[in-house]
């Protein structure tokens, strides 16, 4: 009998402690303070990109000589950091205007077209890649030139407000 009272206090002890810590400090995160984290998320995931690109950026403005290897590593990066766009973008937080996004309404109007721009990016790099694990200077610049702007842009154009 003893056995079985102390599996009994133990049960309701992890009741207990298990709604202690679904209403931990005043219940679930809001549908407010989900999306503050969704929002804040995906915005970490573009500094992340955009901090990848940098140095890509500086050989675009011939600010920084080409170096064929730091682009293979950064297109690499960027290719599997372009796969987690669609994924930080899952929760429609349109309705939450008091919270400071430049995401525009349109991303949830057309998820197929905003998903295939994520795929876009990594296409971009990719082709980038393929050029870049060649050694040759020129043609990754002319690759970098052609595709990975445009891989930035062509999302931004349509779903990111302009500043
Ligand atoms: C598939 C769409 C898409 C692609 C591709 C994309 N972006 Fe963005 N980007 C967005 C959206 C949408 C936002 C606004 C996010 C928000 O404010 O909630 C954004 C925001 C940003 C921000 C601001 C982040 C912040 O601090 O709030 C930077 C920087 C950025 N993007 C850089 C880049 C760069 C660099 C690339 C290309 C290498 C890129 N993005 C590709 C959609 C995209």
């Given at each position: ?9 133990m049960a309701a ?69 372009s796969e987690m ?34 795929e876009a990016l ?42």
């Amino acid at each position: 009998m003893k056995g079985l009272y102390r599996i009994g206090v133990m049960a309701a002890l992890a009741t207990v402690s298990a709604v202690a810590l679904s209403q931990g400090a005043g219940g679930p995160p809001s549908p407010e303070a989900q999306a503050k984290a969704a929002i804040e998320t995906r915005q970490g995931l573009f500094k992340v990109i955009a901090n990848q690109n940098g140095p890509i950026g500086a050989m675009l403005r011939n600010q920084r000589e080409v170096d064929t290897a730091l682009v293979t590593q950064r297109m690499e990066r960027i290719k599997v950091l372009s796969e987690m766009i669609p994924e930080v973008f899952a929760m429609d937080t349109r309705q939450f205007k008091d919270i400071k996004t430049a995401a525009l309404d349109g991303i949830w109007n057309s998820q197929a077209d905003f998903k295939a721009k994520a795929e876009a990016l990594g296409k971009a790099a990719d082709t980038v890649l393929a050029v870049s694990k060649t050694g040759d200077k020129e043609a990754t610049l002319k690759a970098l030139r052609e595709n990975i702007g445009k891989g930035c842009s062509g999302c931004h154009d349509s779903y990111r407000a302009k500043p």
